[in-house]
């Protein structure tokens, strides 16, 4: 029972501020049914079904740095990466379906900064 209650879904959308929420709206539905785990010194939080392969990892006992992993189809590609550090500082990588970067974008503490220019590589 206790390991029922331990791991079970949780809401993890609702400890964000409202107004992050509204921001990033859709966005974040995956962490309204999402599990925690405790691995080494890393807590990684995953969707709970089966419809969406997202995961977050962040140092235990530590917001910042976390890393975001999306397969939003969960058809093996990554869909993309994103890099944040404590400010909301972040790197965020889109990849293509042939698995190479599709556009990098650099946010330089503003975690809505509407400035940031993507930059898309020559390919």
């Avoid at 785990?37 to 997202?54: D, K, L, T, W």
Wanted: proline share 5%; with cysteine.
């Amino acid at each position: 029972m206790i390991a029922y209650i331990l791991y079970r879904p949780c809401d993890l959308a609702a400890e964000l501020p409202t107004d992050v929420q509204e921001v990033l709206g859709d966005n974040i539905s995956w962490l309204r049914s999402a599990v925690v785990r405790n691995v080494g010194n890393f807590v990684i939080c995953a969707y709970a079904e089966g419809s969406n392969a997202s995961v977050v990892i962040s140092p235990r006992g530590q917001s910042f740095p976390q890393i975001i992993i999306t397969d939003e189809h969960i058809d093996g590609h990554v869909d993309s990466i994103i890099l944040t550090a404590a400010g909301h500082q972040t790197i965020s990588v889109d990849m293509n379906a042939d698995k190479r970067f599709r556009k990098y974008t650099v946010s330089k503490g503003d975690l809505f900064d509407t400035n940031a220019v993507p930059w898309s590589p020559q390919t």
